[in-house]
C-alpha cells in the first residue's frame, strides 16, 4: 500500500537522521579556526566541539583536550549539549513507537484505528526531536557567526562554521521530514465503521408484528 510505503521511507529518514544527530554531537568540529582576512595560516588548526577541543598539525598529528570542568563551560556548549542529547533520546523513543504503529509490523495489527494513532504519535516527536536539534546547532551557529563579525574579537580568535554543524542541520531536517510522512495518514475507514453500531435495513423490519 502507498500508505505503508510512505511509513517505511519517513521511519527511515528519521533513522538516518537520529544517526546523524548521534555523530554531529560526537564530532569535535563544531567550529574551526578562521584564516580570512588579516589572519595568519599557520600550521595549525583549532577545532572546538561540544566535549572537547583539538589542534590538528600539518603533520597530520592531531591533540585533543577533554573540558575538564563543566562549571567553566560556557553556556552555549551547556545548553547545545542539552538540546542535542534531549533530540537523540526523544528520536529513539519516537522510532521504538514508530516501529508499533507502522502498517508493516504486526503490532496492533487488529486494532488499525490505535495503530494509526500510534504512528501519528511517533511522527509528531520525531518532528519535535529534529526541532530541538536545529535549535541547539543553529544557537551554536548564531554565537559562531556573532562573535566572528564582533569588531572587538580579535583576529587570531575568530572561528568558521565547522562541519558537525553541517551534519547537524542536515540530521534535523531528515528527521523533521521523517516524522512528517509518519503523520501522513491516507487511509479513510470504511464507512460502514464509522459508529458502533450495526447497520440495520428499515425494509426488513417493515413486514414485523409488534405486540
Not at 510505503?5 to 554531537?25: D, E, K, N, V
Not at 542535542?84 to 523513543?93: D, E, G, H, K, P
Not at 519535535?128 to 580579535?154: D, K, M
Request: aromatic share 10%; glycine share 12%; charged share 10%.
Amino acid at each position: 500500500m502507498a500508505n505503508s510505503g510512505i511509513q517505511l521511507l519517513g521511519f527511515s529518514l528519521a533513522f538516518l537522521g537520529f544517526i546523524g544527530a548521534i555523530a554531529s554531537t560526537i564530532m569535535v568540529e563544531w567550529k574551526a579556526s578562521s584564516y580570512a582576512g588579516d589572519n595568519i595560516v599557520t600550521a595549525q588548526a583549532l577545532y572546538e566541539g561540544l566535549w572537547k577541543s583539538c589542534a590538528a598539525q600539518s603533520t597530520g598529528q592531531v591533540q585533543c583536550k577533554v573540558y575538564d570542568s563543566l562549571l567553566q563551560l560556557p553556556g552555549i556548549v551547556l545548553g547545545t549539549r542539552g538540546l542535542m542529547l534531549a533530540s537523540i533520546f526523544i528520536c529513539l523513543i519516537a522510532l521504538l513507537v514508530a516501529m508499533m504503529g507502522m502498517k508493516c509490523t504486526t503490532c496492533l495489527a487488529d486494532q488499525p484505528e490505535q495503530k494509526n494513532k500510534v504512528a501519528l504519535s511517533s511522527g509528531i516527536i520525531l518532528i519535535i526531536a529534529g526541532l530541538l536539534a536545529l535549535v541547539g546547532t543553529s544557537w551554536y551557529g548564531h554565537r559562531i557567526a556573532q562573535e566572528f563579525y564582533n569588531p572587538f574579537t580579535p583576529t587570531n580568535s575568530r572561528y568558521e562554521f565547522g562541519s558537525a554543524l553541517y551534519v547537524g542541520w542536515g540530521a534535523a531536517s531528515l528527521i523533521m521530514i521523517g516524522g512528517g510522512f509518519l503523520c501522513c495518514n491516507c487511509s479513510k475507514n470504511d464507512s460502514g465503521k464509522g459508529s458502533g453500531y450495526p447497520r440495520t435495513n428499515p425494509a426488513s423490519n417493515s413486514g414485523k408484528d409488534y405486540v
